[in-house]
T-cell receptor, first 115, second 109 residues
Framework: GAVVSQHPSRVICKSGTSVKIECRSL??????MFWYRQFPKQSLMLMAT?????????EQGVEKDKFLINHASLTLSTLTVTSAHPEDSSFYIC???????????FGPGTRLTVT | TQLLEQSPQFLSIQEGENLTVYCNSS?????LQWYRQEPGEGPVLLVT?????EVKKLKRLTFQFGDARKDSSLHITAAQPGDTGLYLC?????????FGTGTRLQVFP
């Protein structure tokens, strides 16, 4: 149980375009979803926390107008990278948690390459 | 800003050797987790430690949470090539996880 999927697994886009990444909890309802970014050979950095039906809370230094997060249902959160630039190329990972358990279940990640 | 420093950053060893990875912080965490991540995949939870001084064993892996809940260690006995990967500690702060800097382990046959 507690499976989280991400789509797409890999995406290549041109500089200036926008790209949407989906995060789904497949067999449970996630009250909270988290988005992380991981640059090559580095650790995971939390970008934002989103609760279903409310606005996401962004970490310091993360531009909320550039990284749009929508958590419209208890099983789906989306991250849209707007006006992508090569420096946005990274591995984006989502996680989901249930209620007050605080246990996070991680997705397999999405590799974004901006050319 | 809460930071979790891991050491060593890189570790390259032969099969059968023992190793210890350290995770240190100046902050207190309510719990601490260890993950292993393989290239191109999300992190996979290995263990959660909650109580200061707690020791947990998972086959050849031994995890310890410091008495003050600021640090932790991961010891692997008789490492195998299948242990190769990026090991990440993560401290919990309310509902957020703060990830450590990571230790990349390579075990050669």
């Amino acid at each position: 149980g507690a499976v989280v999927s991400q789509h797409p697994s890999r995406v290549i886009c041109k500089s200036g375009t926008s790209v949407k990444i989906e995060c789904r909890s497949l067999d449970f309802q996630a009250t909270t979803m988290f988005w992380y970014r991981q640059f090559p050979k580095q650790s995971l950095m939390l970008m934002a926390t989103s609760n279903e039906g409310s606005k996401a809370t962004y970490e310091q230094g993360v531009e909320k107008d550039k990284f749009l997060i929508n958590h419209a249902s208890l099983t789906l959160s989306t991250l849209t990278v707007t006006s992508a630039h090569p420096e946005d190329s990274s591995f984006y990972i989502c996680s989901a948690s249930v209620g007050r358990s605080y246990e996070q279940y991680f997705g397999p990640g999405t590799r974004l390459t901006v050319t | 800003t809460q930071l979790l420093e891991q050491s060593p950053q890189f570790l390259s060893i032969q099969e059968g050797e023992n190793l210890t990875v350290y995770c240190n912080s100046s902050s207190v965490f309510s719990s601490l987790q260890w993950y292993r991540q393989e290239p191109g995949e999300g992190p996979v939870l290995l263990v959660t430690v909650v109580t200061g001084g707690e020791v947990k064993k998972l086959k050849r892996l031994t995890f310890q949470f410091g008495d003050a809940r600021k640090d932790s260690s991961l010891h692997i006995t008789a490492a195998q090539p299948g242990d190769t990967g990026l090991y990440l500690c993560a401290g919990r702060n309310t509902d957020k996880l703060i990830f450590g800097t990571g230790t990349r382990l390579q075990v050669f046959p």
